[in-house]
């Protein structure tokens, strides 16, 4: 049963129900009950004060950036209303006025506090001050910051190799901690800088990459509002980027139309109820989506294979379904693609997809008129195991259609995290590229690494093999957000030490390395000031746009300091002030970090000086129709493979999605209000033909297990709930059912964790 560690502490912490209350789903998103969510949530964290305040500045151009998600702000924001439910939740959750320390720690031991759920964790507030749990000790202690340095430095002297030790990043980091952290990472000499991206957003990046040129999207804000058609794919704004409900109604008001691809009808995406505007909130809100297409999870290969044969058959009759001006000129594969696209049966096709065939002939009807199409994608495609090619397929797509590199038309991969798109672009990577070591030679005067480091799964695999000892993490739950967490349990709890610079508690602090320190930090909400200057970060938002973030709150704590800062001082002792780079410096000052990032990373330039007001763009390729980097200078079309999956008799699909009171490890409340679930989170959605052949009722229990390569893993205790979801589908919430995933299957090349096509068993235990 409960599997228990080194210290005793529990990696499921308590699965007790919670006394759930279902309803139905709903049919729009936002309105009065969101803005009711979201104050009542500021309210009871902050305090009217605080919470007013800060929402005042949150996403203005002279204000700090939203900790959420990474949608962007518009250039020229709107006092008082560029802020959603989910932005005001994140932002109580890091401003809120509870605290602990040392005292909190001599109370609770880690041991006890395993015991408690994610969202118990998560209440007890703010970490204010550097904490140690020493080897063989369950109590956190306080610690100086010299002493932690110390700590740290010292274990990094004790490696055999540099590539002992390993590197994580969360996104919600900034520009300047991040370059930092990549930089001193590699004087260190190692390149294992896994990353959260890894875990989302990594399939993405390789497949724009090798067939656009550039692992970004190529859309601005604006050409979604005047887009003809917005495909969104596997994605559920509604709850994770809910200000881009606003940009999809902008472009239903200028008369375009929205597709959504997705197993579920998300409610967000099927009317919005805008809480900025009079119709959104004394109305009915504006309906989103015109067509629905209920995929298959994991069968939009053969969904957009079969709209594409459709079009193909459209245009040999017309010969003007497809953009063969932009083909000729721009694309490469046209012929092979083609050929290859003639080897599928169209009703094989059709079987897979598990969608009608009207509503698929409504979408082909929709795309073969139009040109401007932008595709947005989010979790649904990414995390599977071709999530490489699912996104290369949507590509053929736009390519096809010349909806690429013009204006209301291209790519949209949706971010996750406020900043991980900035980590990424100022180096924090586990690849090598030559260019940048070069330039890191030129102006930081080290040499950096050329051997490749670990990603996400390799770095679980290299602590569970003992191969890694020292895990450093900025930011994240690296235990709860990775995959098959009892097996990441043992791997970090293999290591000699790890270290978490936190804000808030989480699982990751408890199940730790034989010594264990918490670096807590600032939020990006808070004020930080150095020598009466008040100092900013920048970041980089979804669409390459980077801007500048200013924190106005008084911080948790005057023992906690900022990423940046921490950093820096970490490298100056590791090096005892005896390397090329002047890091306390650069920790003080913000603006020698950002000339830095200006001589090193390609792209950035006279940043302290443009990201000021609405922030700059970064050079995109793709918005240049510039595709010389690319095999013979142009734009890749590519053959994909349809995905296999086999299932036995009783055997299901699972995705791990969110609920709408998470940030993903962080549970802010046990509510989905969207899906109609109230106060539980141990629920699985099934559709109702397959519950009937299962013998299942509504409320009844099951355990969910997957076997893989010889191995079983359970996650125990789910309440089975009749869901409008494809038959053979299923669905529940990560991070409980991550233990599902197993290490060592993830998508090909990009190696993200397949958490989004889990094959499945259920087993009742309990009836309901
Ligand atoms: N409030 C809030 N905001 C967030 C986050 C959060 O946890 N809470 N997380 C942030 C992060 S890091 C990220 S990466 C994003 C995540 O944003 P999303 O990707 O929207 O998040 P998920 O809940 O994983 O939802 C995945 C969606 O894909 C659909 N889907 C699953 N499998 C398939 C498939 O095979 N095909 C298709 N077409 N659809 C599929 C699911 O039904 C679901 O609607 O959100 C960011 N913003
Ligand atoms: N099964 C399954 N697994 C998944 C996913 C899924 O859909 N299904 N999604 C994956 C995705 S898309 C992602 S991005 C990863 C997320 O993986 P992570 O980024 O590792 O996880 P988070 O839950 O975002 O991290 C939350 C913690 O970050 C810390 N934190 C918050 N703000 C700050 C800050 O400003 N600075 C610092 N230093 N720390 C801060 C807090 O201590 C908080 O507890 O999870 C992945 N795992
Ligand atoms: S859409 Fe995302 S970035 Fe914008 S306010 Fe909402 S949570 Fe924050
Ligand atoms: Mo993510």
New binding site residues.
């Given amino acids: 049963m409960d599997k228990k560690f080194r210290r005793n502490v529990s990696v499921r912490g308590s699965d007790d129900f919670t006394n759930i209350k279902l309803a139905a789903p709903l049919r729009h998103a936002a309105g009065l009950l969101g803005i009711k969510a979201a104050i009542q949530h500021g309210l009871k964290e902050m305090g009217v004060v605080r919470s007013m305040r800060a929402l005042m500045n949150m996403n203005q151009n002279d204000g700090f950036e939203c900790?959420s998600c990474a949608w962007p702000d518009p250039d020229k924001p709107s006092r008082f209303r560029e802020f959603c439910e989910n932005g005001t939740k994140a932002l109580a959750d890091?401003a809120t006025t509870q605290h602990i320390g040392s005292d909190f720690f001599k109370n609770n031991s880690v041991e006890q506090l395993s015991e408690l759920t994610d969202y118990e964790l998560n209440k007890f507030g703010r970490i204010v001050e550097p904490l140690v749990l020493r080897p063989g000790k369950i109590h956190y202690e306080s610690i100086s910051w010299q002493d932690a340095y110390a700590l740290i430095a010292k274990e990094l002297r004790k490696l055999n190799s540099p590539d002992e030790a390993i590197f994580y990043t969360?996104?919600?980091?900034s520009n300047e901690a991040a370059f930092l952290y990549g930089m001193f990472a590699r004087a260190f000499g190692t390149n294992n800088m896994p990353d959260?991206s890894n875990?989302?957003h990594e399939s993405s990046g390789v497949a724009l990459k090798e067939t656009l040129g550039i692992g970004k999207g190529s859309i601005k804000l604006e050409d979604l509002h005047n887009a003809e058609v917005i495909i969104v794919a596997g994605q559920n704004p509604g709850t994770n980027h809910p200000r881009m409900l606003s940009a999809l109604e902008k472009c239903k008001e200028n008369g375009g139309k929205i597709i959504s691809i997705n197993p579920l009808e998300e409610s967000g995406l099927v009317n919005f109820r805008n809480p900025q505007s009079v119709k959104g909130m004394l109305g009915g809100g504006e309906d989103l989506t015109n067509i629905q297409l209920p995929v298959n999870i994991n069968q939009d290969i053969p969904l957009i294979k079969l709209i594409i044969k459709k079009l193909i058959d459209l245009d040999s009759e017309s010969g003007t379904v497809f953009d063969h001006d932009f083909i000729n000129k721009y694309v490469d594969g046209h012929e092979a693609l083609m050929n290859g696209i003639q080897e599928y049966d169209s009703n094989e096709l059709l079987q897979l997809t598990g969608v009608d065939e009207d509503k698929i002939d409504e979408a082909v009807q929709l795309l073969a008129s139009k040109s401007k199409i932008v595709v947005c994608w989010a979790?649904g495609l990414t995390?599977h195991k071709n999530g490489v090619e699912t996104i290369r397929e949507y590509i053929n797509l736009l390519l096809l259609k010349g909806a690429i590199g013009k204006p209301n038309a291209g790519t949209c991969p949706v971010r996750?995290?406020s900043n991980v798109q900035g980590d990424r672009s100022v180096g924090i990577m586990h690849h090598v590229d030559a260019g940048l070591n070069d330039r890191i030679k030129e102006h930081l005067g080290f040499t950096a690494p050329d051997k490749e480091g670990f990603d996400t799964v390799g770095a679980m695999r290299a602590m569970y093999e003992g191969e890694g000892k020292v895990f450093v993490c900025?930011?994240?739950?690296?235990l709860m957000?990775a995959?098959d967490t009892e097996y990441t349990a043992v791997a970090i709890q293999r290591c000699n030490l790890t270290v978490q610079?936190?804000?808030?508690l989480?699982r990751s602090h408890l199940v730790t390395g034989k010594a264990a320190l918490i670096l807590p930090?600032f939020?990006?909400s808070e004020k930080d000031m150095k020598n009466g200057q008040l100092r900013y970060i920048t970041v980089e938002n979804s669409m390459g746009r980077v801007r500048q973030s200013r924190g106005l709150l008084k911080p948790a704590s005057n023992r906690i300091k900022s990423?940046p800062e921490l950093i820096a001082e970490l490298a100056d002792t590791y090096f005892e002030g005896n390397h090329s780079v002047n890091w306390k410096a650069m920790g003080e000052d913000y603006d020698l970090i950002r000339q830095q990032i200006d001589n090193v990373i390609k792209g950035f330039e006279n940043t302290s000086d443009n990201s000021k007001g609405s922030g700059y763009y970064l050079p995109n390729n793709v918005r240049d129709l510039d595709f010389s980097k690319l095999p013979n200078g142009k734009a890749q079309l590519t053959l994909n493979s349809l995905p296999d999956h086999e299932l036995q008799e009783n055997e299901f699909v699972l995705m791990?999605?969110r609920s709408h009171d998470q940030?993903?490890?962080?549970i802010y409340g046990l509510d989905d209000r969207y899906r109609g679930v109230y106060n539980e989170r141990r629920v699985l959605f099934m559709n109702k033909q397959d519950m009937k052949e299962q013998e299942l009722i509504k409320m009844d229990v099951v355990d969910i297990t997957s076997f893989y390569d010889n191995t079983k893993r359970t996650a125990f205790k789910f309440l089975v709930i009749p869901y409008n979801i494809p038959k053979g589908n299923l669905a529940a919430y990560?991070?409980e059912?991550?233990v599902l995933?197993p290490y060592n299957h993830f998508a090909d090349r990009s190696k993200t964790?397949i958490?989004k096509s889990i094959v499945v068993r259920l087993v009742k235990t309990k009836i309901g």
Wanted: glycine share 12%.
């Fill in positions: 900790p890091e969360s996104g919600r980091s959260c875990m989302c979790m995390q996750g995290h900025l930011g994240g739950n690296f957000a995959s610079i936190s804000t808030k989480n930090t939020g990006r990423e791990t999605i940030f993903n490890t962080t990560f991070p059912t991550n995933v964790p958490s």
